[in-house]
C-alpha cells in the first residue's frame, strides 16, 4: 500500500524557520508534492521534487531523497499566515495517482 | 474567476437520501478528481478521470457514482448517504504534463444527520 508519514502538530516562533518532515512508503514513486491548507479552506500547490535535492520557492524550500524516501519542507522567517496544516503527496504511476501525508499543523506563535 | 468550483459549498441531509455535487473547473485541464477530507483531516482520493475516462477508483462504495459529461465537469452523486459520508468532499482538477500541481476547488462540507 502506499503511506506518508508526518507529525501531526509543530510549534514555531514568528521569524524563526521550521522543517516538516515525510517519510513515504509508495510503490511506483514519482515525485513528492507539499500543499498548505488553511482552517476551512483548500489545499493549495506550494512546491515539487521529481528529482533528489532542495527546490526554493522564496521562503519556502522542500527537499527530497529518494534513496531514503524522506523529503521535508522548509519554510523560512515564519509569519503569523503560515499557521496552517500541511501536506506531503506522493505521486505514482505516472502521477495518475496522489497519496497524501497524514498531514502536519503549523502553529506560529509571537 | 474561481478556477475549480463546486456546489453546493455546504450540504445537510438525512440518512438515505441521495444527493449530488457538482464540479467545473476552468483551466482546461484534462485531469479532475474527488478527494474526501474526515474530520481527522485525513485527505484521500476516491477518484481521477482523465479527459473523461475514469483512471482512478480507490475501493470506494459503489453508492458514490462519478459522471464526467466533458473534460470541464466531473460530478459526484451520492445513494443511500450514511452517516459515515460525513466529510468534506473536495474536488480538484491538474493538466497531463504538470499532475504534481492540483488544483483544488473550495469543499463541499456533507453533513447526514
Known amino acids: 500500500g502506499q503511506s506518508l508519514e508526518q507529525p501531526s502538530e509543530v510549534t514555531a516562533v514568528e521569524g524563526a524557520i521550521v522543517q516538516i518532515n515525510c517519510t513515504y512508503q509508495?510503490?511506483?514513486?514519482?515525485?513528492l508534492s507539499w500543499y498548505q491548507q488553511h482552517d476551512g479552506g483548500a489545499p493549495t500547490f506550494l512546491s515539487y521534487?521529481?528529482?533528489?535535492g532542495l527546490e526554493e520557492t522564496g521562503r519556502f524550500s522542500s527537499f527530497l531523497s529518494r534513496s531514503d524516501s524522506y523529503g521535508y519542507l522548509l519554510l523560512q522567517e515564519l509569519q503569523m499566515k503560515d499557521s496552517a496544516s500541511y501536506f506531503c503527496?506522493?505521486?505514482?504511476?505516472?502521477?495518475?495517482?496522489?497519496?497524501f501525508g497524514t498531514g502536519t499543523k503549523l502553529q506560529v506563535i509571537p | 474567476d474561481t478556477a475549480v468550483s463546486q456546489t453546493p459549498k455546504y450540504l445537510v441531509t438525512q440518512m438515505g437520501n441521495d444527493k449530488s455535487i457538482k464540479c467545473e473547473q476552468n483551466l482546461g485541464h484534462d485531469t479532475m478528481y474527488w478527494y474526501k477530507q474526515d474530520s481527522k483531516k485525513f485527505l484521500k482520493i476516491m477518484f481521477s478521470?482523465?479527459?473523461?475516462?475514469?483512471?482512478i477508483n480507490e475501493t470506494v462504495p459503489n453508492r458514490f457514482s462519478p459522471k464526467s459529461p466533458d473534460k470541464a465537469h466531473l460530478n459526484l452523486h451520492i445513494n443511500s448517504l450514511e452517516l459515515g459520508d460525513s466529510a468534506v468532499y473536495f474536488c480538484?482538477?491538474?493538466?497531463?504534463?504538470?499532475?504534481?500541481?492540483?488544483?483544488f476547488g473550495q469543499g463541499t462540507r456533507l453533513t447526514v444527520v
Open positions: 509508495t510503490s511506483g514513486f514519482y515525485g
Open positions: 480538484a482538477s491538474s493538466s497531463t504534463a504538470t499532475r504534481e500541481e492540483a488544483f
Open positions: 521534487n521529481a528529482l533528489d
Open positions: 503527496a506522493a505521486g505514482s504511476g505516472g502521477y495518475q495517482k496522489v497519496t
Open positions: 478521470y482523465n479527459n473523461k475516462e475514469l483512471i
